[in-house]
């Protein structure tokens, strides 16, 4: 049974190897990620340069692109057969609310998914200090029983584990993606020549309360898993919209 791993924080992640070690109970791994840090590139395909495969090892290779690239390649290049199951992570940070559109992490895991792959992104909030032994851990549990029971149709999980400080995460809750309240994303600065150059990302993000939702879920240290759907259309605002005169 082949399983694929990958991430978008790169090959040497120590969320991406923690990940690797502890799936290895279910099955054979194979790792085909970033070669450097490719956080926030959302869904991104390189279509405008080549892209190279370098085999680092028996099972692991890197590839000079995005998440949504190595997936790509994985399938449908670099892999002896299909893999039962597609993990990405273990994202350093959260991937929480309308960030998940953003998130690399996220983006393998829905790209498996339009392959008819079953699949799920994990990730946990901070910015260092981390211990991914128990998020590796439950990974491995969700990772078991998908393979048992499958997901539904165009779905796929988008996974935020709280910090344990090594405890084992045993909390969890299937939840609804929040909303993100955006402040301060524009940091501007002054380099040495007197001319003005930007940081997106400032300050990070807070989120709206709101029940059941996966930020919710993580602050009231939960795991949250949340069922995400390929198909984005909003099925609400059709009836709406086609009562619409253009």
């Given at each position: 049974?082949?399983?694929?791993?990958?991430?978008?924080?790169?090959?040497?992640?120590?969320?991406?190897?923690?990940?690797?070690?502890?799936?290895?109970?279910?099955?054979?791994?194979?790792?085909?990620?970033?070669?450097?840090?490719?956080?926030?590139?959302?869904?991104?395909?390189?279509?405008?340069?080549?892209?190279r495969i370098v085999r680092v090892s028996e099972n692991r290779f890197t590839v000079n692109g995005t998440?949504?690239?190595?997936?790509?390649?994985?399938?449908?290049?670099?892999?002896?057969?299909?893999?039962?199951?597609?993990?990405?992570?273990?994202?350093?940070?959260?991937?929480?609310?309308?960030?998940?559109?953003?998130?690399?992490?996220?983006?393998?895991?829905?790209?498996?998914?339009?392959?008819?792959?079953?699949?799920?992104?994990?990730?946990?909030?901070?910015?260092?200090?981390?211990?991914?032994?128990?998020?590796?851990?439950?990974?491995?549990?969700?990772?078991?029983?998908?393979?048992?029971?499958?997901?539904?149709?165009?779905?796929?999980?988008?996974?935020?584990?709280?910090?344990?400080?090594?405890?084992?995460?045993?909390?969890?809750?299937?939840?609804?993606?929040?909303?993100?309240?955006?402040?301060?994303?524009?940091?501007?600065?002054?380099?040495?020549?007197?001319?003005?150059?930007?940081?997106?990302?400032?300050?990070?993000?807070?989120?709206?309360?709101?029940?059941?939702?996966?930020?919710?879920?993580?602050?009231?240290?939960?795991?949250?898993?949340?069922?995400?759907?390929?198909?984005?259309?909003?099925?609400?605002?059709?009836?709406?919209?086609k009562k619409w005169k253009f």
């Open positions: 049974m082949l399983i694929l791993i990958t991430n978008d924080d790169g090959i040497n992640s120590e969320g991406l190897l923690s990940l690797g070690q502890s799936l290895q109970s279910l099955g054979k791994i194979w790792t085909v990620a970033p070669e450097r840090a490719q956080n926030a590139v959302g869904r991104a395909l390189t279509l405008h340069r080549p892209l998440p949504s690239d190595c997936i790509n390649l994985a399938v449908n290049s670099i892999l002896p057969e299909k893999p039962v199951l597609v993990v990405s992570g273990i994202n350093k940070g959260a991937n929480l609310c309308d960030d998940i559109s953003y998130s690399g992490t996220a983006a393998a895991a829905f790209e498996a998914t339009i392959l008819g792959i079953p699949a799920f992104a994990i990730s946990m909030p901070g910015k260092n200090n981390f211990d991914f032994g128990p998020a590796a851990r439950f990974a491995t549990k969700v990772a078991k029983t998908i393979i048992h029971h499958g997901l539904p149709s165009n779905t796929f999980l988008n996974i935020n584990v709280p910090v344990t400080n090594g405890q084992e995460i045993t909390c969890w809750e299937i939840t609804h993606q929040g909303q993100s309240l955006y402040d301060n994303t524009i940091i501007e600065k002054t380099d040495p020549r007197g001319e003005k150059y930007y940081w997106i990302g400032g300050d990070g993000t807070k989120h709206r309360d709101l029940p059941g939702s996966d930020a919710n879920s993580v602050a009231g240290n939960h795991a949250s898993l949340t069922p995400v759907t390929t198909d984005v259309t909003n099925y609400a605002a059709i009836d709406t919209l």
